[in-house]
């Protein structure tokens, strides 16, 4: 039941939506007349309808699909189709700062948890939503545009499980062959590419809190050695790298797809939804695809040489079991007849898991200017202004992490150099937009929000957001029923292992015990918002049982579901498919994308889906050319 009080934040957040809606239509209308890059009609991915058959029929223009139908398409005697349930990026998609009004929009399939008592208490009904990019170029369109690769280990270790030329020397090759940066000192090291469709810059405006951010982890003497995550230690603190060019989002439909679709021998089908894989029941080869684009009536295309399987962690295992590949009780218990008994299909689900309230109120000691990013004093007319005709201003920033650090807790081994925590240092914080965008892509309740936000609204502050990197839990998805427009039922278990739980909260303690009070932070007075969290008000304030029961309530995905369709040697009965991606007891079937991935890597998990891509794209070609 809603409080006098929620009702209230409800009413608030509502009034304010006026003016919001206002800016953005006046942004958009904007670019459309002055921004002929971000416009970009000469270049854009043109929709078509499909023929009868390729020899390649690519599910999913995502992450890894965009860069897969892009690099299979450089054979210009192959034909290949990528069939996307999306349309193409909006014009807003492109601007930084906007990246939280794409959620719960009409490029977001808005898929939500089943309801717990565990985590995401916040929320209503404890359900999680979890944001998946219906759109070409899939998530990369809707996430932080943060370029993190993951550490060393994380790829010596997926080889170690028995996937060979999946280690770290050997992937190396395919993070710099997506990647073009364009920031100097990274250009001429032995870590980065530069001639990759992916460019790869810093963000272009930052708040004064960025510097401040790096001169209190100097203090600490956390400063990244290299100030570079991505190269060779990952430890410490350093300036977030982005996926962006001049400024301005970098998806894979930008990166791989604009120059790719104009090419004679590569269609794009948007607003495509596949429904089923066709597969022979008695040869076990897949051969073609049931999709169903608008309203038109369901069709088949058929596939001369692969189905590539590129939906994404949720999607991917969905389609499986919806074709007759999965655990065969899960597929008896729908209707579904089984072609192939595959017991890991849905299971395995790993996310980097974030808990949030970490805000602490800050004091400018110098002026009245506000050190971070408050939202209405920000994003107005003068700042539309300086985006469209200056090329900069706040509307190019990502207050969400203009820092980035990997630090270990007390149960990492400091000499291993694989960190267990991550942390986004945000030069805002939920009170900042006085609920309008961080409350709605979290779904927190209008209660929870009252309580916690409402007496500390549009004042100057910053966040520190702790995730977990390797969890020990394990969830899964489970099908709902055989009709494929009926969203599959996602169980993320966070916290089912006591020991990430136990890992998470040292994040949080760190921002307060250790970064809280350097001498930086204290001119800045940052003092944590103490505010009681409902319902954890009977433990000690600050104890570890108080921080544990803040996680539960302030649980928050950061978007980065992997692991529904393993990788992994055929003894291992879990694993789905073998290391050349190929689904096993199938032929002419591949899963390409994040849901391949046995363990998940140690930071964001856009970078490493695309280098699966490229990594797929290659073998593919050597499986299929002789002169390869």
């Not at 794009?268 to 597969?279: A, G, P, R």
Request: glycine share 8%.
């Amino acid at each position: 039941m809603v409080t006098l009080s929620g009702l209230f934040t409800a009413a608030r957040i509502i009034v304010t939506y006026g003016p919001g809606f206002a800016l953005l239509f006046l942004l958009n209308r904007a670019i459309e007349i002055e921004r002929h890059d971000i416009v970009d009609r000469q270049h854009r991915v043109r929709d078509r309808s499909a023929d009868a058959a390729y020899d390649f029929v690519v599910i999913g223009g995502g992450s890894a699909g965009a860069a897969v139908a892009a690099r299979l398409s450089e054979v210009h005697k192959w034909s290949v189709l990528l069939l996307e349930a999306g349309p193409d990026e909006t014009f807003i998609s492109d601007v930084p700062q906007l990246f939280p009004t794409l959620q719960q929009s009409e490029l977001d399939w808005k898929f939500v948890t089943q309801p717990t008592n565990h985590f995401c208490l916040m929320n209503d009904n404890g359900q999680c939503l979890w944001p998946r990019g219906k759109v070409l170029g899939g998530s990369s369109v809707l996430n932080a545009m943060l370029y993190v690769r993951g550490n060393r280990k994380d790829y010596d270790h997926w080889e170690h499980l028995g996937n060979p030329g999946w280690g770290y020397n050997s992937v190396l090759h395919y993070f710099k062959k997506s990647e073009g940066t364009r920031e100097p000192h990274f250009a001429h090291s032995h870590f980065h590419g530069v001639r990759g469709p992916l460019t790869v810059e810093y963000f272009r405006f930052v708040s004064p809190l960025m510097e401040l951010f790096m001169a209190a982890a100097e203090e600490l003497g956390l400063l990244n050695p290299h100030g570079d995550y991505n190269a060779e230690s990952q430890h410490g603190f350093a300036r977030s790298q982005g996926t962006l060019r001049d400024g301005l989002r970098c998806s894979t439909a930008k990166a791989y797809l604009r120059q790719a679709s104009h090419r004679p021998n590569l269609h794009v089908s948007l607003h495509s939804h596949v429904q089923k894989i066709l597969i022979d029941e008695h040869r076990k080869v897949a051969y073609g695809v049931v999709f169903k684009k608008h309203d038109w009536p369901s069709r088949v295309v058929y596939a001369r040489k692969e189905v590539i399987l590129c939906a994404g962690a949720i999607q991917s295992p969905q389609l499986l079991m919806l074709s007759g590949i999965g655990p065969a009780h899960e597929l008896q218990k729908h209707g579904i007849p089984v072609i192939y008994h595959s017991p890991g299909v849905g299971e395995n689900l790993q996310d980097h898991v974030a808990m949030g309230g970490g805000s602490y109120l800050i004091q400018n000691p110098i002026s009245k200017d506000t050190l971070s990013f408050v939202i209405p004093k920000l994003i107005n007319v003068e700042a539309i202004r300086e985006f469209v005709y200056d090329h900069n201003g706040p509307l190019y920033a990502m207050p969400a992490c203009e820092v980035m650090a990997f630090i270990n807790s007390k149960y990492q081994d400091p000499h291993e150099d694989w960190p267990d925590i991550q942390l986004f240092m945000a030069a805002y914080s939920d009170n900042s937009d006085g609920g309008i965008y961080s409350k709605r892509g979290s779904g927190m309740s209008h209660d929870y929000y009252s309580q916690i936000y409402e007496n500390i609204l549009y004042k100057d502050t910053f966040m520190v957001v702790p995730l977990l990197m390797r969890p020990k839990s394990r969830g899964r998805i489970v099908l709902k029923s055989k009709d494929p427009h009926e969203y599959p039922l996602i169980y993320p278990n966070y916290f089912d292992h006591p020991h990430d739980l136990n890992v998470l909260i040292e994040g949080a303690k760190f921002g307060y015990y250790h970064f809280s009070r350097t001498k930086m932070m204290k001119m800045l007075n940052a003092t944590l918002n103490s505010f009681i969290i409902p319902g954890c008000s009977h433990y000690s304030y600050l104890s570890d049982d108080y921080w544990k029961c803040m996680a539960r309530h302030y649980t928050q995905t950061i978007y980065h579901p992997v692991g529904t369709c393993k990788m992994g040697p055929k003894y291992d009965k879990w694993a789905v498919v073998d290391a050349r991606l190929r689904v096993y007891g199938i032929k002419g079937l591949r899963v390409v994308d994040a849901s391949i991935m046995p363990t998940i890597p140690t930071g964001n998990t856009n970078a490493p889906a695309i280098m699966v891509g490229e990594k797929a794209s290659d073998m593919i070609k050597e499986d299929h050319l002789e002169y390869y």
